[in-house]
């Protein structure tokens, strides 16, 4: 399933932008591995001058009556229920709904609203069709006038993952080293805000469900304020953290000099594991290797930790609670 990330953008690049009206910018409604989705797009849009916003939750934000933004509800299944009590928010105030799904609940209000679907293939974890589900928000976003096409990211973005991830290729090497070094510890994930800000929490939710283990994510400059001071006090417990941080040349040498001189501050305390540079041109393919590293990495870790790293059991059993008690 992480191999199959470059087809998956190779097929969006590949796709026909859907019939979306323009937006001024767009809400997307999702959790998990839709809602990254939409995280992804709020980078990639502002670098552009356009606005996305996420929202993982049920309901709406107090600020939509205002703003009016153009909905884009994505649930994998189709059957997540905090998007789609957000998405029935949305219709009561009569905001335009865009939606991506497998099929599901909300292919079907989808279908009674005359909404604009796209529907992406099915049988996937929701965290493994990343592609499908970027892609699609990409080619909507395009359509709405939000950013320009992005066939040829995409294209590169394709390329530059499948290098990566070739059998026997440096990338799994790279992983499972990255993985050999971070075993049998919690995971902290370091990125700055910008381009790796998402991609850090891509790390830490695929740490979790992939390798099902403790991990989170901080960025720069914020950490810098708080977050060091709590290394200085409990050795015994630091040691069982790794950190590895991701880069990208547009960190900028602010930056630059933060994660030098936070690491010689803090690196008594702590093990700072390594660092991960973007490859690639566009913005989108940069984000993607840091991505698809990770992926790699978390799947390792899994294997070294002796898990399967596909099923979820416990939100599996989670979800079966809330069914039971509604």
């Known amino acids: 399933m992480v191999a199959g990330l470059g087809d998956q953008l190779r097929r969006a690049a590949q796709s026909h932008a859907p019939e979306v009206p323009e937006a001024n910018e767009l809400l997307v409604l999702g959790v998990g591995g839709s809602g990254i989705c939409g995280d992804y797009l709020a980078h990639l849009a502002s670098r552009h001058g356009s606005r996305v916003t996420t929202h993982r939750s049920y309901g709406l934000p107090g600020w939509v009556g205002a703003v009016k933004p153009t909905v884009l509800a994505i649930s994998y299944s189709g059957d997540t229920e905090e998007t789609l009590s957000a998405v029935e928010d949305a219709s009561r105030q009569s905001l335009g709904i865009v939606a991506v799904t497998t099929g599901g609940r909300l292919a079907e209000m989808a279908s009674a609203g005359g909404w604009p679907l796209v529907t992406i293939p099915a049988g996937l974890q929701p965290r493994a069709a990343l592609g499908h589900v970027l892609g699609a928000c990409l080619r909507i976003a395009e359509a709405a006038s939000l950013i320009p096409s992005p066939v040829a990211a995409l294209e590169e973005a394709a390329s530059m993952v499948d290098s990566l991830t070739s059998e026997g290729g ?4 790279f992983a499972t080293d990255l993985a050999g070094d971070l075993a049998l510890r919690a995971v902290a994930i370091y990125g700055s805000t910008g381009l790796t800000a998402p991609v850090a929490r891509r790390w830490k939710t695929q ?51 933060r994660v030098r001189l936070t690491s010689e501050v803090t690196g008594g305390a702590v093990d700072w594991v390594g660092e991960v540079e973007s490859q690639g041109d566009s913005a989108l393919a940069r984000m993607m290797t840091l991505t698809v590293i990770g992926d790699m990495m978390s799947v390792a870790l899994a294997d070294a930790g002796g898990v399967d790293a596909v099923p979820v059991a416990a939100i599996e059993d989670l979800k079966k609670k809330l069914r039971e008690e509604l």
């Open 170 to 173: 440096a990338g799994w090497a």
């Open 207 to 257: 740490v979790n469900e992939n390798g099902k283990r403790p991990a989170w994510y901080s960025l720069f400059p914020e950490l810098d304020h708080n977050e060091i001071a709590g290394w200085t006090a409990d050795p015994g417990v630091n040691r069982r953290v790794g950190i590895v941080v991701l880069r990208d040349r547009d960190d900028g040498p602010a930056i630059d000099k």
